[in-house]
Nanobody
Framework: QVHLVESGGGLVQAGESLRLSCVTSRSTFSVNAIGWYRQAPGKQRELVAL???????NYADSIQGRFTISRDNAKSTVYLQMNSLKPEDTAVYYC???????????WGQGTQVTVSA
């Protein structure tokens, strides 16, 4: 069983920054895809940023230019740097990872991000 543990959420004002971290219990050197999704109240879970094997990175249009995903394979950690936060970024942020040789998809427990106007 693989565990993903997020941290770094909190309450901030609009325009401020936060950095989320997600540590995995399995090495990320061979990860197929790893990144972040979010779910706001009453809405479906949506992709925020995902980085795949080969270095391909996808960002949601709504966060382009404000959020940056990065990872440190030596620490089995993926980060989400969130700048210029807006109230509409308020959501629970979930870490996601999968490995090509493992049919399971793994999620963290989520971390709350709340942005006040």
């Amino acid at each position: 069983q693989v565990h993903l543990v997020e941290s770094g959420g909190g309450l901030v004002q609009a325009g401020e920054s936060l950095r989320l971290s997600c540590v995995t219990s399995r090495s990320t050197f061979s990860v197929n895809a790893i990144g972040w999704y979010r779910q706001a109240p009453g809405k479906q879970r949506e992709l925020v940023a995902l980085t795949s094997k080969g270095g391909v990175t996808n960002y949601a249009d709504s966060i382009q230019g404000r959020f940056t995903i990065s990872r440190d394979n030596a620490k089995s950690t993926v980060y989400l740097q969130m700048n210029s936060l807006k109230p509409e970024d308020t959501a629970v942020y979930y870490c996601y990872a999968d490995w090509s040789w493992d049919p399971n998809h793994y999620w963290g427990q989520g971390t709350q991000v709340t942005v006040s106007a």
